[in-house]
């Protein structure tokens, strides 16, 4: 039996890093308890505030994003967390080497009703140190993570975490409290039939996006000559998860919903670590045409299109997309 605290000493990673992932997955520990008793901690319903993004926030967002935010501050190696419920990013400590990014809660609108939700993690490394850190000393490409991971509270609390080119995921025993390892080497099919979007964005979507999931409906009948199947959970981490697990397709296109949104999933703290996991497991990851893991950010909260998954469904879709682009 290998534990998360035995696996992180037997990898040649840096102490710093170690130390950063014991305590924000030490704060998973505690948000899966207090998740564990629901109504009875009180923990359920609005905030009555919004966010930075103007989204309504949860009572479980605001206290999740304070548990890693003072967690976090009181680590001497990190330099400074940004998170999905902070306007800014907040200084934590300047001799520390390591940039936190999170959010905190990922699925807020199935806290409510029992279903799954998770918390989402990237790691930076900080180039300044000895000096407060900034916003701008998180803008940087996703390709530049030192880690990152996901915590999944279902049926059971599971950690994903990739880490020196490796993708693994634990299990917490509630008995004992520790990560257990229950699959080291994490990786994807290339094809799958399954998939996930939210389809009532429909009519906002652009013309290739369409077109894939018309595709993808017609089945057996249409181009693709087999038939696929519909999985959403409404959590990124549950789709992101399914997705590790099985294979399968995961998208939050591009849509002209709201003006001014690229897409609804933020990029910095949702979909580069989703992207590092999916990549490392031999999958793929683009905002439909280019690699999430090279974007310059402009902003910690931009928001990006997300196509992830199975490796030849993601190129299947970049093709629908260059070729329309084309035309
Ligand atoms: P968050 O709860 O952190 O705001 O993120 C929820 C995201 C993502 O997890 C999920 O894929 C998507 O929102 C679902 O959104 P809709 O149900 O509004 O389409
Ligand atoms: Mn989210
Ligand atoms: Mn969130």
């Not at 900034?134 to 999944?152: C, K, M, P, R």
């Not at 964005?201 to 009948?221: F, S, V």
């Amino acid at each position: 039996m290998t534990t998360l605290a035995h696996y992180l000493n037997t990898n040649a990673n840096s102490p710093a890093l170690n130390d950063v992932i014991t305590t924000v997955t030490g704060v998973g520990k505690t948000i899966s308890q207090l998740l564990r008793k629901g109504a009875l901690a009180d923990i359920l319903g609005e905030a009555g505030n919004q966010n930075v993004q103007g989204e309504e926030q949860k009572k479980l967002d605001v206290l999740a994003n304070d548990l890693l935010l003072d967690a976090l501050a009181k680590n001497t190696h990190c330099a400074g967390v940004a998170s999905e419920e902070l306007d800014d990013a907040t200084p934590a400590n300047a001799d520390g080497s390591l940039l936190v990014l999170f959010d905190p809660l990922d699925g807020s609108s199935n806290i409510d009703i029992n279903m799954a939700v998770g918390t989402i993690f990237s790691i930076l490394p900080y180039q300044r140190q000895g000096q407060l850190s900034e916003n701008s000393d998180f803008l940087q490409a996703g390709n530049q993570q030192l880690a990152a991971g996901y915590l999944l509270y279902g049926t059971s609390t599971v950690l994903a975490l990739t880490i020196a080119n490796n993708v693994v995921m634990f299990s917490l025993d509630p008995d004992t409290n520790d990560y257990i390892l229950i699959e080291d080497n994490v990786q994807i099919d290339a094809d799958t039939s399954e998939y996930a979007i939210n389809a009532s964005n429909y009519r906002y979507w652009r013309a290739p996006m369409q077109q894939y999931i018309d595709e993808l409906i017609a089945g057996e009948a249409g181009v693709r000559g087999r038939d696929f199947n519909t999985r959403w959970v409404a959590a990124m981490v549950g789709d992101v998860h399914r997705i590790l697990c099985r294979g399968g397709l995961f998208t939050y296109p591009f849509d002209t919903k709201y003006a001014n949104k690229a897409g609804k999933l933020r990029l910095m703290y949702e979909a580069n670590p989703m992207s590092l996991l999916i990549e490392r497991a031999g999958g793929g990851a683009t905002d439909a045409v280019n690699r999430i893991l090279d974007i310059e950010p402009t902003d910690i909260h931009q928001r990006v299109p997300v196509v992830l998954g199975s490796k030849n469904e993601v190129a299947y879709i970049k093709d629908l997309h260059v070729k329309h682009a084309g035309q």
